[in-house]
């Protein structure tokens, strides 16, 4: 049983939990308890829906005296991005967060955050970004630090939060890595919802997570250095080729870090880039990120039930991206599905951010599946099993008809597929009588 | 039984404490009974805003799979238990603008029950609460709305007698003695024991036919495909001097503003300060209010210079929001008998209602 498959389940702990308790808690009370297990130092943040509630949770732990931490409540998110990457750089374990446009007005320090290579942690409440103003996930926020030297990670539980915000400092405070990590929780369905978690002992996370130490890089009057300094032209290469350098070696780190971390807290084995749901033998697969991955188990399981070769593979490190890992998944199968919830304009085939990544990713192979884009659960909409199960005949059909190129579809949007009129520049709604 | 969930409707701010700890506890005392279980919140207006109904939903599963389903959906299927923490929410819920104003027992399961804290008859709620197709329940539990503050609980034993109630009604999904169980595990096991016991036995439960209860006018708003929007987040403007039909904004309120016509001085200070362009001038200069439009925020009263004049009444007394300016002009002893009866009915206006 998988850690996220506990954490829904609620099926007794294994053996190695034994010294931690059970609680009932939400997504950013879980990063909250990790951060106090953890020992953070430095805690910046600046309030939006929904990521703001692991602020609450941390304030109400430092006024309980549960924590000891310097919280700073900066006046915007580029100051409150900029608190946490000069916390890193003093030798500081600093954790920042925002969700949709909040995360995009801190924009700048993000990506100096991670050309300092700073392993400093980010939650990011997935959130669609503003206009429309809405509260509901949509997952174009964090990946717009996808290219930047962010390590990113998409969890599906409560306890998968936790779990992974012990992991991401563990692997962001490697010295072989040193690279920032942003964790995304779904909006509402994992912000705000609680799950069952099993919440571990101190003593057995310092054990996992040593001490931050920035080593000779660590400003202070002792190291005198001069961090920062203008480029140019001569110097900018090198430099994005050290952190190309750091990014590849992440994947090692996540490896052992994971191993170390199921050996440790007790957890069965698994693959610590992808989720992958009963893929033995399967023909079909969908792929999804986040709380998505709920509905496509429970689509597998009907699928399974009713004799159909089908999996759900679900991509939990996004960077970097899992390619080894989703070709040996993909390699013998005939049809993917892809769920993205996110979009991206104008991108090949008018698809997402995932699909873009996976069909590259699956490029090399000799024999590549059909893979199938569609769009699904923008600012928060419901993914039902029912979608699932729509997406994956749908998989099945264009995969018969031989289609190498399938058209995206957008799952659940109200309206017509396609409108001829649409296309060609004309409004429907006016046509029909409406004010344009 | 695979999965069930309770819906805790509660206002904001003051009472989202209230309804996370009565979900958290339910889940809680359900896996003593080896069931898995989670928690959802659903708003969308801000739940931190004075007023704005909410919701907060416990589900408990035997299965896996169950849960998963019901914990990636806006609101769990199969709501076995519509618990409201204020009866004044039994008029409809509108903190989802977009679904206009929802009955309360919109999606109460068939057969479920609909638990109330009033002081109220059952009579006079089902005055208030819609009919529906099926048979369902309506459970009073005696007391009044509890309110907490922003950060502090109000401990006053609401939560466990809620949950209490709740084993009552719905004991097949937790019954009184897991409740009893996660209770002695925590603090004051004793009080919260005794608090349970009392919600379990004070509870009464009365079966409601179908097609027993007010009216129902709901219609749910229509919503366009995507071809039929305006490009560019374009909609249309609500005119000068109207309000917008579908969002009424009036299920936010407790207590609404009543006006002694007589004794109003003109001054327009009640317009002038109503953030929701509620007062609408009649001939004589007097201010008649468009009762949809309240929030009940009670600024009008407060700022009100005349002592009687405008006065906060209790919601649960009013039946209907329509203006009440006609009666006064059709005949002004008939509208003071109304005035007065409402004040009656409310037990008096409320004290230092308003912002401060």
Redesign the interface.
Known sequence: MTAT?QA????PAPAGHEAGH?E?ITGCDAVAQALRLLDVDVLAGYPI?PYDSVMSAVSKMIANGQMDAEFIVAESEHSQFEIGKHASLVGARAFIGSAGVGWMYGMEALVVTASLRLPVIALVGNRALD??GAFGVEHNDALMVRDTGWLLYWVESAQEALDTTLLAYRVAEDKRVMLPCALSMDG??LT?????VRVPDEERVSRFVPPYDLGDRRFHPDNPVSIAPQFNEDWVMEARRQSDAAMRRARTVIGEATADFQRLFGREPEDPFVDAYRMEDAEYALIGMG??G??G??AV?RMRAAGKKVGFVRVKWFRPFPRPELRALLRNVKGVGIVDRDYSFGSSSHAGVLYTEVTAALYPEPRRPVVAPFIAGLGGR????ENMLEMEDSVERVTAAGELDPTCQWIG????AT?P??EQGE???TA?G??? | MSVGAVDITYRGIFQKNLAGVITKELVKAARHEDKIGGTVQRYGDSPERNGIPAKQFSVIADDADSLRVEMTKYEPSNVVVVAVMDDTLTKGVESWAWYGVRPINLNLAPGGTLLVISRRSAEELLELIPRREYAWNLAILPGEPSFGGLWVYNDDGTDYRTMGAVSRVAGDLVSLDSLLAQAASGQDGELRAEQLREGHDSVRAYPVDAGVGAEDTYEPVEMPGWTQMREGLVIPAVPVGETNPLFKKYTTRTARPLVKFDACVKCQICYTVCPDECFIPTPEGHWDIRYESCCGCGICAQSCPVTGCIEMVDEAVFDSNEPLHGVYENNREEYEELRQDKLAKAGGPIPHYGIF
């Open positions: 498959e829904t389940s609620g099926t059970e009932i829906r206009d429309p509402a369905f705000h919802s609680q799950h069952i709380t998505v709920m509905v188990k429970v399981d419901e993914v039902s099993v949007v109200r309206g017509p409108d009129r649409y409004n429907p709604r029909e409406g004010a344009r």
